[in-house]
């Protein structure tokens, strides 16, 4: 979650029936959350220095990022600006609910440092006496901004118009207009009709995730699980992925609220019936191996004003490039279940009834017994009878383990943090001869997972008893509560 998203691929597929023949639409995003506003959230993140090497070494252009990458807003980042815009529109329209700076009404103290800047307000009898219409200061802080601001408003209350702006090296100034009242509100209504502009052009590229959301279509990815995590952190809501995310239901009800119909082409490649016809299912090598028999490449035509791709020169790691080649895949595979149909069909349609058994289960890495994340459903629930879980000292690496159980032959080890791990042993006769070994051992400790799974449900339980207690029936905490689940419920109506 420190982590950005710099690139977005979408490729959209529509079958052209009188031709027999996909349109595709490719699109290639770079985003970065610049700041529109002083108010507008100010993103830090890290970079990994094998990663940045890594697409500098395929071409990726950083410039076009930093410089021209579209920009976004979370809705809970958009809710806030809206929420802020409102409440200044509020205060201009001269309906304060407390005294702010603006409404001084009497001499404004000025630090000693900054009084021969702020005496340039004298400038101010010059042009009320004067033809001219305006005048700019120079470039100030926001200190010296505000005390301009309180000296004009107790000197001259009426007559005329103050405005913060920003040259093209970004520094702020202040310009001084010559009004009347009308112009005077009319100039207040373009300034909040800009703005109000400047803030949906910043929620930017956040508007086509949530377009993809409402469409209800079929989204498609390759080994997407992180695809969708980073999308769903960086689009809608940050606060809500930290605090509900740590459970796994929750995590699979505001996906699935995001995106209602998921398929992971990887997994679709590792499962029957394609499962023994396919022996890599690298995104690569999936598309290469789905050309050939049984297999039948589709035809697939760019719309007009589309890149055409040419697969004979790769374009992998280009985000657009791989979303084409993964609907290519699928295309693929979906067609191929169709040669199981009586009479066999060469098109089968996104919605059929043939691809549901994939939808809504994500691919799984480097977990044996579970293959796929059920977004929709249930997991699959494995005995691991022949797990074990182990505590040892913080000082201890994978050697180590494998030292311990040199007696129990061909183990795996899965680490969770530095002082656990579960080690999978070959034989589970084996196990409780395991855990006896650990009985008299003072630096380590070696459980079933049967028993490991029923010391966390204990646990669950007893943070249930101590809630039910009152500890969380606090006011603070009850209004806390309340106001979290109100905004995932408002949320996910937007969602849907």
């Given at each position: 979650m420190d982590f950005l998203l710099f690139q977005f691929g979408l490729c959209t597929f529509k079958y052209e029936q009188s031709e027999s023949k996909y349109v595709m639409k490719s699109f290639n995003f770079y985003i970065f959350p610049k700041p529109f506003s002083r108010s507008s959230p100010d993103i830090k993140f890290v970079c990994q220095s094998s990663s940045i090497d890594f697409l500098a070494s395929q071409g990726f252009d950083f410039n076009k990022v930093f410089c021209n990458g579209i920009p976004y807003l979370n809705q809970e980042e958009e809710g806030q600006l809206r929420e802020q815009l409102e409440d200044k529109r509020f205060q201009s329209n001269g309906a304060q609910s407390f005294i702010s700076p603006s409404s001084c009404k009497g001499p404004v103290s000025v630090p000693e440092e900054h009084k021969d800047f702020i005496n340039e307000v004298d400038k101010v009898e010059d042009l009320l006496n004067n033809s001219d219409k305006s005048f700019k200061l120079e470039p100030c802080t926001g200190f010296q901004r505000k005390l301009i601001y309180q000296t004009l408003n107790w000197k001259y209350p009426k007559g005329l118009h103050v405005e913060t702006l920003e040259n093209e090296k970004k520094e702020r100034y202040i310009l001084i207009s010559k009004v009347d009242d009308e112009e005077r509100k009319r100039r207040e209504q373009e300034k909040q009709e800009k703005e109000q502009e400047e803030l949906n052009d910043a929620v930017g590229f956040s508007r086509v995730i949530h377009a993809i959301s409402q469409s209800a279509k079929l989204v498609i990815g390759h080994n997407m699980l992180l695809d969708v995590m980073h999308t769903i952190h960086q689009f809608y809501y940050t606060t809500l992925y930290y605090s509900f995310f740590q459970d796994l239901n929750d995590f699979k009800e505001v996906t699935m609220c995001v995106f209602p119909r998921l398929l992971d082409t990887k997994l679709m490649a590792s499962t029957q019936p394609f499962k023994e016809l396919i022996s890599n299912t690298s995104l690569a090598e999936l598309e290469r191996q789905l050309k050939e028999a049984p297999f039948k490449p589709p035809k697939v035509e760019s719309a007009d004003g589309f890149p055409r791709y040419d697969t004979a020169s790769e374009q992998l790691h280009e985000a657009g490039y791989d979303a084409y080649i993964t609907g290519l895949c699928f295309i693929s595979m979906a067609n191929y279940l169709g040669t199981f149909l009586t009479p066999p069909r060469d098109h089968i349609s996104a919605r059929s009834k043939l691809i549901e058994p994939f939808f809504n289960k994500l691919f799984l890495m480097r977990i044996i017994d579970i293959p796929y994340l059920n977004i929709s459903g249930p997991d699959l629930q494995p005995k691991r009878d022949n797990v074990l879980y182990v505590t040892f000292p913080k000082e201890w690496k994978t050697s180590d383990l494998y030292q311990l159980f040199?007696?129990?032959?061909?183990?795996?080890?899965?680490?969770?943090?530095?002082?656990?791990?579960?080690?999978?042993?070959?034989?589970?006769?084996?196990?409780?001869?395991?855990?006896?070994?650990?009985?008299?051992?003072?630096?380590?400790?070696?459980q079933t997972y049967a028993e490991y799974m029923e010391s966390r449900l204990e646990e669950k339980q007893n943070c249930r008893r101590f809630t039910e207690c009152g500890w969380l029936k606090s006011p603070y905490i009850a209004i806390s509560k309340t106001l979290i689940q109100t905004s995932l419920n408002t949320f996910a109506g937007q969602a849907l």
């Open positions: 040199s007696a129990f032959g061909n183990i795996q080890v899965f680490w969770i943090d530095d002082t656990s791990a579960f080690v999978s042993l070959s034989q589970t006769d084996q196990v409780q001869i395991a855990v006896n070994t650990s009985r008299y051992a003072e630096s380590y400790r070696i």
